[in-house]
């Protein structure tokens, strides 16, 4: 799964959930920059890295060993989780993993080097695996 090496703060505070700033669209990682075709995000969500790397199994699986894939998104973001049946109170709960804030016109996955058809399966694939609606977008 993918986590950073090492992080500033082990625990980050939850963040809002206004819908106003939470569904604008993003400004940066919005174009296909590096393959043919492109997963782009159409809903704002929060990707767990398990998620990430389902999708990343998924697309790289149909597609064949002939494609590149570049995936575009990286989870940084911690988020807690107190174990079963534990009260309320003592404290914020334990990191369980970590996930990526993603805003409507993120390019998530791209790939290049098999047919069009191919590649367009291979990332309606890989889209099944993410919470999110998304989109195939070409160069």
Known sequence: MLAPKKTKYRKWQTGRKNPNLWSKPDTRG?????GSFGLKAMTPARITANQIE????ALTRSAGKGAKVWIRVFPDRPFTQKAAEVGMGSGKGDVAGYVMEVRPGRILFEIDGVPEALSRESLRKAGTKLPMKVRIVAR
């Open 30 to 34: 919005i174009n296909v920059s590096f």
């Open 54 to 57: 389902a999708a990343r199994r």
